[in-house]
Each structure stands twice: as C-alpha cells, then as structure tokens.
C-alpha cells in the first residue's frame, strides 16, 4: 500500500512533485500557507513550462533528428531511449520505494557531518539514483549492491553540488541554488578538464568565440530568437523537410530560445522563500556558512547559449555515433535534450563556443562509449520493470551513459578492465581538475 501510493505521487511529475515538496516544506518551515502555496504553484507553473517545450521538442525536433539520422544512412541498430525511457524504468524498479528515503538519509548525514553544503529538494531527481541501484541489480543480480549504488550516487552528486555551485550563482545568476542531477552534472568535470588543457596552449587559449561577441559583429542576425529560428530551420533542411516544415520548425525553436529565459524566473520567484528560510535555518543549526538548494537541471536551459549549444549538438552527435569505431547506438531519445549534457560546460567556458564545442564533443563521445557498454543491463532493466516489452535492444544515454553508474557496477562485474582503467582514470582526473577549477571559481 505505502509503495503504492510512493508510487502514485512519484508518477505526477516534476511539475506536480516539486511544489508540493515546497509547499510542505515551506509550512513546515514556518512560511505562512499563502505564501508557501504562491510559491509551489510559481514553481509549478514555471516546471509545467518547461514540460510543454520540452515535449515540444521531443515531438518536433526529436521527430526531425531522426529523419536527419535516416536520410544519411545511418544503419546504428541500439536505439537511444532517452530519460524519458529511463526514468521510467528506475521507477518502476523493485529499489525505486527505497531510494528516495536513502537519498534524503545520505544528504542529511552529510549535511550533519559538513560534506557537503547541497540541501536536495528535487525529489523528482532522486530516478538518477534509483536508475544506478536498478541497473546495478540487473548487472550483478545483488539486491545489496543495488542499495549501495543508489547511497553512492546519492553522495557523488551532493558532492558535485557543491562544485558546480559558484558556476550556478556566477554564470546563470542562479543565487543560492545548484544543480547536482543528471547529465549536466555528472558529465560537467569533462569540461574542466578540457578547459584546464587548452587554457595552457599559446594561441588557442585566446580562442573566444561566443554568442555575445557574435551578437557584437552580427547585430540583430545574433538574438536569441533568430538564432533559434536558424538553428531549428537548419535541422529541418537537413532532416529532408521542405519549406513548409523547416521554417514551423525554426519558429518553435526560436520560441524556445525567447521563453525559457521567462519561465526559468518563475522557478526563481517560486524558490527564493524557501531558499532564504532555508538557509537561516541551516546557518543557525550547523553554524554560519553558505547553503546551496539543489533544483532540476532544466534551470540552466534559461541561457539562451546552452540552447544554442544544443541545437548545435544534435547534427554534431550523430556526426559522432557515425564515426565513433564500434559504436552501436543511435542517438534519439535525448536528442531532444541534449542541452543539458553540456549545460554545465557552457558556464564552465563561460560561453566560449570553440572550447564548448571541443568539451562537448568529449562528453558525446564518453557518453556514447558507455552506453554500448551498459546497453544489455539497461535492457535487462527495461524488461524487469516491465517498461521495455519487445525483443529489441534498447541503450539509455542519460543516465546508461554515465561514468557514475559504469564504473560503480564495473566495480561488480570486471568484464572490460580496459575500458573500465581508461574511463576511470581520464574521469578521475576530470574530477580533480574539477576541484582545482571551482576552488579559483569561489576566490
């Protein structure tokens, strides 16, 4: 019955789940009920936003991408299934009743024990992890293994909250609030790393090539709105659409670019009374310090340079999954998406498109290798919960695709030490580049 009914309020969504949480917690909090519930449904309203473009995207661009994948001969035989396949799948796991509590006992210890200064609220998230415990326990057959996943994730991302957090307020002007989740976070020490590299080569480190420098020389062909319109006509050109479904195309796409921006403040002005009475509260019980909320990745596609990236990388990913030797996938489900694994990165290179591109390349790349190494666990998984039906196999970029969830389980499994030395390696020193780069970020 409790799973039950976990499970009825985990399938309202993000847009629903989160203003609740805030409601609740902002009663709980001492905010007055009036103004805990404005700022639940401002919250709502601004996540409900975001839905309706993304699914905009998903049915239009999405739709489009893959005719773009089609009419070059693609011949990838792993369909990509997106978070919109794998969410699915964490949830209706056996662990998923488990891992919200697990979630919320790991932030508070670490919260109680100063490791980290990340206070989750976005429950909703929370599939990230259940997604790595689920998938460990189709790898490896071991419900404890599974457990511990879900806890280790948990501790990795709070971690991670805390680096990307000066990036957050500084770049996106998100005060207070961080972005510990998914793709954008897990995938973002790429970019330090790349960033760190090329900031030491004479002559490229000078390479500064941005929307706002181009919005300099280019004038009114550079606003958000156009460059949406080009970029998504573009993609309909390629994809074979004519006249009559490539501009349409390009019309939603600057849309994109021109509401985001609007519907991220709603988010902001929804979050700010819980944020503040949360961080007097956290001040005044572990001692002064500074306390960042954790809120969806789908805040940083207010930046009209992180949807511009995107839109660059849907051709640029399947240009990858062609030429990427060994590579089985085709990328679909999350080329829709795919904005938010290299949201980070943008404020990383502080909306540098040359080093963005180079970084974002990367991360597609490691992204894309993973994934053909997890396609039969996720697949497996998909089967067990009951969501993947057919005989076919199925991969899941986001979050199948993460360094994360391949190097815990391979922990486990051992079948491809190789691969599993490189990846852990070259992250590892993402991740220590990552620490050195957000250390000069807060001086």
């Known amino acids: 019955m409790a799973r039950e009914m976990i499970r009825v309020i ?3 969504g993000a847009s629903s789940l989160l203003p609740l949480t805030v409601i609740l917690l902002s009663i709980c909090l001492g905010i007055k009920v009036g103004k ?23 049915r239009d661009l999405g739709t489009a991408a893959q005719a773009m ?3 070059f001969g693609l011949t990838l035989n792993i369909v990509d299934v997106g978070w919109q396949g794998a969410a699915p799948m964490a949830w209706a796991s056996g662990i998923a009743a488990a891992a919200i509590p697990t979630a919320v006992i790991v932030n508070v210890f670490m919260l109680w024990c100063g490791l980290t200064k990340t206070v989750n609220i976005d429950i909703w998230n929370i599939w990230h992890m259940a997604f790595t415990g689920a998938l460990s326990i189709a790898a490896t057959g071991r419900l404890w293994a599974g457990f511990l996943g879900v806890a280790v994730h948990a501790a990795v991302v709070f971690k991670m909250g805390d680096l990307w957090a000066p990036w957050i307020g500084g770049y996106f002007e998100l005060t207070g609030l961080t972005v510990p989740h998914g793709t954008s976070a897990y995938m973002a020490p ?14 490229i480190n000078r390479i500064n090539f941005s929307i706002d420098t181009l919005q300099e020389r280019a004038g009114i062909l550079a606003e958000p709105a156009v460059v949406g319109g080009i970029m998504g006509g573009g993609v309909g050109l390629l994809a074979g659409y004519g006249p009559d479904r490539a501009f349409p195309l390009g019309v939603q796409m600057a849309a994109v670019m021109v509401l985001m921006p609007r519907i991220v403040k709603c988010i ?34 207010g ?13 640029l990913t399947l240009l990858i999954a062609m030429l990427q030797p060994g590579n089985h996938v085709l990328p679909f489900g999350d080329l829709a998406t795919i904005s938010f694994f290299i949201a980070i ?27 053909n190494q997890t396609y039969l666990w996720v697949t497996e998984l998909g089967k067990n919960s009951g969501t993947i039906t057919g005989g076919f196999p199925v991969a899941a970029m986001d979050q199948g695709g993460s360094p994360i969830s ?11 030490m190789a691969g599993f030395l490189v990846v852990g390696g070259f992250y590892l020193a993402c991740v220590i580049a990552s620490v050195y780069a957000s250390r000069n970020q807060q001086a």
């Not at 639940?40 to 839905?51: E, N, P, V």
């Not at 970019?191 to 004479?202: F, G, M, Q, S, Y």
């Not at 700010?272 to 805040?299: H, N, Q, T």
């Not at 990165?345 to 994934?371: K, P």
């Open 10 to 12: 985990l399938n309202m």
């Open 36 to 58: 805990a519930v404005y700022s639940g449904l401002m919250i709502g309203a601004g996540f409900a936003g975001i839905g309706l473009i993304v699914d905009m995207m998903n």
């Open 69 to 71: 994948s089609e009419r």
């Open 190 to 203: 790429v970019a330090c790393l790349v960033d760190l590299i090329l900031e030491k080569i004479p002559g």
């Open 268 to 301: 902001m002005e929804g979050l700010m009374p819980l944020s503040e009475s949360m961080k007097k509260i956290l001040s005044k019980r572990f001692g002064d310090g500074r306390f960042y909320i954790a809120v969806d990745p789908a805040v940083l596609l």
């Open 303 to 315: 930046d009209s340079q992180v949807v511009t990236a995107g839109l660059i990388f849907i051709p």
């Open 345 to 371: 990165a943008v404020a990383i290179h502080e909306g540098n498109l040359f080093r963005i591109l180079i970084s974002g390349s990367v991360i597609m790349y490691m992204t894309l290798w993973i994934s």
């Open 406 to 416: 391949y190097l815990y389980i391979q922990i486990f499994e051992r079948k491809n």
